[in-house]
């Protein structure tokens, strides 16, 4: 997606096989940050990181949410565990294979999108994004951190 593109709806599901819609992940926030990632990328998991900073900074405006690529549902889940990722990461499995890369054809991670409450996106998803995320928190919304 291009920044102004519109997020498509989804439907996907944590490691404990809980639906999340685009909605319930906003859980009242300004935005979302969506990653895109699989648990045995080198790079994804090195991002987490930033992840953590970003949600310990801003996270009262931002609900992050990883969005598995991953085809195999025990390695994704133990990933999970492992990192202590405390947002939203949900994924097509253990059912669907490839439906969140097919989705957003996307075959690469780590990707980002950052979206507004509209689901519109603020920022065209690319990759090692965080330092504009980062950068255009503290513009946004006035920050100093």
């Given at each position: 997606?291009?920044?102004?593109?519109?997020?498509?709806?989804?439907?996907?599901?944590?490691?404990?096989?809980?639906?999340?819609?685009?909605?319930?992940?906003?859980?009242?926030?300004?935005?979302?940050?969506?990653?895109?990632?699989?648990?045995?990328?080198?790079?994804?998991?090195?991002?987490?990181?930033?992840?953590?900073?970003?949600?310990?900074?801003?996270?009262?405006?931002?609900?992050?949410?990883?969005?598995?690529?991953?085809?195999?549902?025990?390695?994704?889940?133990?990933?999970?565990?492992?990192?202590?990722?405390?947002?939203?990461?949900?994924?097509?499995?253990?059912?669907?294979?490839?439906?969140?890369a097919?989705?957003?054809?996307?075959?690469?991670?780590p990707?980002?999108?950052?979206?507004?409450?509209?689901?519109?996106?603020?920022?065209?998803?690319?990759?090692?994004?965080?330092?504009?995320?980062?950068?255009?928190?503290?513009?946004?919304?006035?920050?100093?951190?």
């Amino acid at each position: 997606m291009q920044k102004g593109e519109f997020a498509t709806s989804f439907n996907w599901f944590d490691v404990n096989g809980v639906a999340y819609d685009f909605k319930s992940v906003l859980n009242g926030k300004k935005y979302v940050l969506v990653v895109f990632w699989s648990s045995d990328c080198e790079s994804c998991r090195y991002e987490i990181k930033f992840a953590k900073n970003i949600e310990q900074r801003y996270g009262d405006k931002v609900s992050i949410v990883y969005l598995s690529i991953d085809t195999d549902f025990q390695k994704w889940k133990q990933a999970v565990e492992e990192e202590k990722m405390t947002w939203y990461n949900l994924s097509g499995l253990p059912n669907s294979k490839k439906t969140v890369a097919e989705n957003y054809y996307t075959d690469y991670a780590p990707e980002f999108l950052l979206l507004d409450t509209e689901g519109k996106s603020l920022i065209p998803n690319s990759r090692h994004l965080f330092f504009e995320i980062d950068s255009f928190f503290k513009n946004e919304l006035n920050l100093s951190k």
